[in-house]
């Protein structure tokens, strides 16, 4: 077999080729022409003279374009959460033939069998996943392209007993009623002494899916959305500490054309949290819209097999916020009912569930 010794490439876009060959003989020596030399564009044209030989011969290779390889760079929120925290996986794709697609799933370290997290094969680029028990999980991120490759990401999360109580979501909304396409802000605030991140999300109450305002688990504690059309909307804060614990505070906003002339009563009280273990503070917080200010709150909880209500402090005060300790597991219902001015009462329940 003949080698060449000199080699002269039409296509600078092909030195690369003309490389690779020099390597594999220590007689090759090359030069790449300028492009304006190239013949055809979609061929190299290789230019050569054999060793010991003024003879030049000249081969036409096809240029052939070659996606780079699929990628799964997919990350998870957290590695670390305490039972009833919510885990959010991102989706993030990058080479192969694009037009990606996402399937999330997750199951039991030590189990066989995976269950999915939402629809299999989504464009949407984030799932969020919420154990319900303690172990050790396997989360799996699997992105396809518009070729049908595959690539997966596997992420190992540990779920320990008992919600961090080193600090509180006290996040803030400016109005829980508005009309159409009026600012709805918000502010992020956490009761504690570490650093933290914030991450803000809407959605119609309604749907499942929560859709992510601005950017997610970022320095930034404020952010605002401006809903377009009238309707019942769920709006959350979720923050998050430097060992992964993810505390939420959700808010009801109601968008409406007649918000202005509208004057019935809103309960737009919340609790801290509804799924906690034995021993909890449950803290609830009393807010109204509408009707006539100022309003007055009282807080109740129950089993939620029993008949009868038990006060948290006292009825129909000022207070805005209280708290109750629940130390036995089981199902509770807290209930707080709001009374303005005109005597007009809303009251509005919330189901806890206490773990042992």
Same mark, same amino acid.
Not at 128 to 133: H, N, Q, V
Not at 227 to 238: Q, R
Not at 327 to 336: A, H, L, P, S, Y
């Given at each position: 077999?003949?080698s060449f010794?000199?080699?002269?490439?039409?296509?600078?876009a092909?030195f690369?080729?003309? +490389?690779?060959i020099?390597?594999?003989?220590?007689?090759?020596?090359?030069?790449?022409?300028?492009?304006?030399?190239?013949e055809?564009?979609?061929?190299?044209?290789?230019t050569?003279?054999?060793?010991?030989?003024?003879?030049?011969d000249?081969?036409?290779l096809p240029?052939?374009?070659?996606?780079p390889?699929l990628?799964?760079y997919?990350?998870?929120n957290?590695?670390?959460i305490?039972?009833?925290?919510?885990?959010?996986?991102?989706g993030?794709?990058? +080479?192969?033939?694009?037009g990606?697609?996402?399937?999330?799933?997750y199951?039991?370290?030590d189990?066989?069998?995976?269950y999915?997290?939402?629809?299999?094969?989504?464009?949407?680029?984030?799932a969020?996943?919420?154990?319900?028990?303690v172990?050790?999980?396997?989360?799996k991120?699997?992105?396809?392209?518009?070729?049908?490759?595959?690539?997966?990401?596997?992420?190992?999360?540990?779920?320990?007993?008992?919600?961090?109580?080193?600090?509180?979501n006290n996040s803030?909304?400016n109005?829980?009623?508005?009309k159409?396409?009026t600012?709805?802000k918000?502010?992020?605030?956490?009761?504690g002494?570490g650093?933290y991140?914030?991450?803000?999300?809407y959605?119609?109450?309604?749907?499942r899916?929560?859709?992510?305002?601005?950017?997610?688990f970022?320095?930034t504690?404020?952010?605002?959305?401006t809903?377009?059309?009238?309707?019942?909307?769920?709006?959350?804060?979720?923050i998050?500490d430097?060992n992964?614990?993810?505390?939420?505070?959700q808010?009801?906003?109601?968008i409406?054309?007649?918000?202005?002339?509208?004057?019935s009563m809103?309960?737009r009280?919340s609790?801290?949290?509804e799924i906690?273990?034995?021993?909890?503070?449950?803290?609830?917080?009393?807010?109204?819209?509408? +009707?006539?200010a100022?309003?007055?709150? =009282?807080?109740y909880?129950?089993?939620? =097999?029993?008949k009868?209500?038990?006060v948290?402090?006292?009825?129909?005060?000022?207070a805005?916020t209280?708290?109750?300790?629940l130390?036995?597991?089981?199902?509770?219902?807290?209930?707080?009912c709001?009374?303005d001015?005109?005597?007009?009462?809303?009251?509005?329940?919330?189901?806890?569930?206490?773990t042992?």
């Open positions: 077999m003949k010794c000199n080699i002269a490439l039409r296509r600078t092909a690369l080729l003309a +490389g690779i020099a390597a594999g003989s220590s007689y090759v020596t090359a030069a790449a022409l300028d492009d304006n030399n190239a055809n564009e979609n061929t190299i044209a290789i050569g003279s054999y060793c010991n030989s003024s003879e030049w000249q081969y036409e240029i052939v374009e070659i996606d390889p990628r799964n997919s990350k998870v957290s590695e670390k305490s039972i009833g925290s919510r885990i959010s996986l991102t993030v794709g990058s +080479g192969g033939a694009g990606y697609t996402y399937s999330y799933y199951k039991r370290t189990a066989k069998l995976w999915t997290i939402g629809e299999e094969n989504t464009t949407e680029t984030s969020r996943f919420t154990p319900t028990s172990g050790n999980f396997e989360l991120v699997v992105t396809k392209d518009a070729d049908g490759d595959t690539a997966e990401k596997k992420f190992a999360v540990s779920v320990v007993d008992g919600k961090s109580t080193a600090f509180k803030t909304i109005v829980t009623g508005a159409p396409g600012k709805i918000l502010t992020g605030v956490a009761e002494t650093k991140k914030y991450a803000f999300y959605k119609r109450t309604t749907a899916q929560w859709y992510i305002i601005g950017t997610e970022s320095d504690n404020m952010a605002q959305f809903p377009k059309t009238e309707g019942e909307f769920n709006v959350k804060v979720d998050i430097e992964g614990e993810i505390v939420s505070r808010f009801a906003v109601s409406s054309n007649d918000y202005a002339i509208e004057t809103k309960n009280s609790v801290d949290t906690a273990p034995v021993n909890s503070r449950i803290t609830i917080t009393g807010a109204a819209t509408r +009707g006539t100022p309003y007055k709150y =009282a807080y909880y129950k089993r939620a =097999a029993a009868n209500w038990k948290i402090g006292e009825e129909f005060s000022d805005k209280a708290s109750v300790k130390r036995n597991e089981g199902d509770f219902i807290i209930k707080v709001v009374k001015s005109s005597g007009a009462m809303v009251s509005k329940n919330f189901d806890v569930t206490i042992a």
